[in-house]
């Protein structure tokens, strides 16, 4: 930084020749500045391929987490359907039929109407189970689950 300034007060003051360096010492500080200059220039474009790399690695662990959401969105959109119904026959389980029992009769109470509910249960059918096993006995319900559901 010394030296450019000694080369521009030298220029001010007339004291350069016509070529613009007056000695080794002037030509050294310009060798200096040009390759400070190109070390500027190297580092700015090092930076600049280590921001892009980053750029894309920052973009491929973006899509690879957008892909995991999804994932996991439909993992627990399955998880709340296996939830809600029995594997075998595909009916809605106990706690599903009493949350939506309680919405009818909440409705039910606002509008002033009536509702009625069916209740279908098989006698002595963990006995027929326990005989049979269950490959004999899974075929009931499954078998009359249709019928029900209509």
Same mark, same amino acid.
């Given at each position: =930084?010394f030296?450019?300034?000694?080369?521009?007060?030298?220029?001010?003051? #007339?004291? =350069?020749?016509?070529? #613009? +360096?007056?000695?080794?010492?002037?030509?050294?500080?310009?060798?200096l500045?040009?390759?400070a200059?190109?070390? !500027?220039? !190297? %580092?700015?474009?090092?930076?600049?391929?280590?921001?892009l790399?980053?750029?894309? !690695?920052?973009?491929?662990?973006?899509?690879?987490?957008?892909?995991?959401n999804?994932r996991? /969105?439909q993992?627990?959109?399955? /998880?709340?359907? =296996?939830?809600?119904?029995? &594997?075998?026959?595909?009916?809605?389980?106990?706690?599903? +039929?009493?949350?939506?029992? =309680?919405? !009818?009769?909440?409705?039910?109470?606002?509008?002033?109407?009536?509702?009625? +509910?069916?209740?279908?249960?098989?006698?002595?059918?963990?006995?027929v189970?326990?005989?049979? #096993?269950?490959? /004999?006995?899974?075929?009931?319900?499954i %078998? %009359?689950? &249709?019928?029900?559901?209509?």
């Amino acid at each position: =930084m010394f030296a450019l300034a000694s080369v521009r007060q030298r220029h001010y003051t #007339g004291e =350069m020749t016509r070529s #613009g +360096i007056t000695d080794l010492a002037d030509f050294v500080a310009i060798g200096l500045l040009l390759a400070a200059t190109a070390a !500027l220039a !190297l %580092w700015y474009v090092v930076l600049r391929l280590k921001n892009l790399r980053f750029d894309r !690695l920052l973009a491929e662990t973006r899509q690879e987490l957008a892909g995991a959401n999804n994932r996991l /969105a439909q993992a627990r959109d399955r /998880a709340a359907l =296996m939830s809600n119904r029995d &594997p075998v026959t595909g009916l809605l389980v106990r706690h599903v +039929i009493v949350e939506r029992f =309680m919405l !009818l009769l909440t409705q039910a109470q606002r509008h002033g109407t009536t509702f009625g +509910i069916v209740l279908v249960g098989l006698t002595d059918f963990e006995q027929v189970s326990d005989r049979l #096993g269950n490959e /004999a006995a899974d075929p009931s319900p499954i %078998w %009359w689950t &249709p019928r029900v559901s209509s």
